[in-house]
C-alpha cells in the first residue's frame, strides 16, 4: 500500500449532550420539562486515507439521555348542592275563640304570638380537588448501535493533522427506558412500551485535531454532532427527534 494511501483504524469514546425535541399529541404542554443530559459514546473506525481524501466506516454505540421533571397536575370539579335548613320565624296567629249567630255570622277571636319554623333551602358549592398525575424526575434514556458511511477531509503539517469527518449513520435500537406524560394527561406512558422503530437514518460529524506521537499511532480531541433524520416513535401522534452535541478523544494507528 503506499504510503500516501494507508488503512487507519481507530476508537473513539467521549461525552455527548442531548437536545430532544417531541411534537405532536399534547406535548407543547410538556415539551419544556425536557433537558439534555451528558451521556457516553464509544466507536470504532478503519478509514483508507489518501493524501488528503478518506473513506471508511465503523461501528458506534451511544445513549440519547433526557431529563424530564414534569410537574404534578390536579383537577379540580365544581357542584352545586342543595341545603335544607329550618329558619325560626316569628309571627302573629289570629285564634278564633267563639261563633255569634246571624247572617252573615261573626267571630271573635285574639291575636296568639308565636315562633314557627320555616323550612327553607339554599344552593351551596361544593369544590372537589384530585390528583390526577404525580409529578416526576427521571432520566429517559434510548439507546443505539450505529453503522456510518464516512467521508474525510484532512490537511498533514508534519506530525499534526486537521480534518473534518462524517457522513449519513443507518442504527439499530438497542434498549430504551424512562416515561413521558400520556395523551390524556392522568399519568404517563413508559417508552419501554412504545413501539419505537428499529431501523432509524441519522448522521455524525466532526472535526478533529490529532498529534501523531511515533511514526504510526496518533491521538486526537474530535468535538463533533450526531443525530437521527426521523421520527424514532412507531406510530401515534407523538413524534421524537434527537440530536447530541459532544466531544471525543480518539487513538489512531496508521496501517502500512
Known amino acids: 500500500m ?39 459514546a464509544f466507536g470504532a473506525e478503519i478509514m483508507h486515507m489518501g493524501r488528503n481524501i478518506g473513506l471508511g466506516t465503523g461501528l458506534y454505540y451511544g445513549s440519547y439521555t433526557e431529563r424530564m421533571q414534569a410537574p404534578a397536575i390536579d383537577r379540580s370539579t365544581m357542584s352545586i348542592q342543595d341545603h335544607w335548613f329550618l329558619t325560626a320565624v316569628d309571627t302573629t296567629v289570629l285564634v278564633i275563640t267563639d ?39 427521571q432520566v429517559n434514556r434510548v439507546s443505539y448501535v450505529e453503522i456510518p458511511l464516512l467521508i474525510d477531509a484532512h490537511l498533514v503539517q508534519g506530525r499534526w493533522s486537521l480534518g473534518l469527518r462524517g457522513g449519513p449513520t443507518l442504527g439499530l435500537l438497542t434498549g430504551r427506558r424512562g416515561a413521558v406524560p400520556n395523551a390524556t394527561e392522568d399519568g404517563y ?42 421520527n424514532s416513535l412507531g406510530d401515534g ?12 478523544m480518539s487513538l489512531s494507528y496508521r496501517m502500512r
Do not use: C, K
Open 2 to 40: 503506499p504510503e500516501r494511501a494507508p488503512w487507519e483504524i481507530g476508537i473513539l469514546g467521549g461525552l455527548f449532550d442531548t437536545r430532544s425535541r417531541y411534537t405532536g399529541g399534547n406535548s407543547e404542554t410538556w415539551n419544556g420539562d425536557i433537558h439534555g443530559e451528558r451521556s457516553p
Open 189 to 230: 406512558m413508559n417508552l419501554s412500551d412504545q413501539p419505537f422503530r428499529e431501523l432509524l437514518p441519522g448522521y455524525a460529524a466532526r472535526a478533529y485535531v490529532r498529534y501523531r506521537f511515533n511514526a504510526a499511532w496518533s491521538l486526537g480531541i474530535e468535538p463533533g454532532v450526531r443525530g437521527l433524520l426521523s
Open 99 to 137: 261563633t255569634l249567630p246571624g247572617n252573615p255570622a261573626t267571630y271573635t277571636g285574639t291575636n296568639v304570638n308565636t315562633t314557627i319554623q320555616v323550612l327553607m333551602n339554599s344552593p351551596d358549592t361544593v369544590v372537589t380537588t384530585q390528583r390526577v398525575r404525580d409529578a416526576r424526575d
Open 237 to 248: 401522534a407523538l413524534e421524537r427527534r434527537n440530536s447530541a452535541l459532544g466531544v471525543m
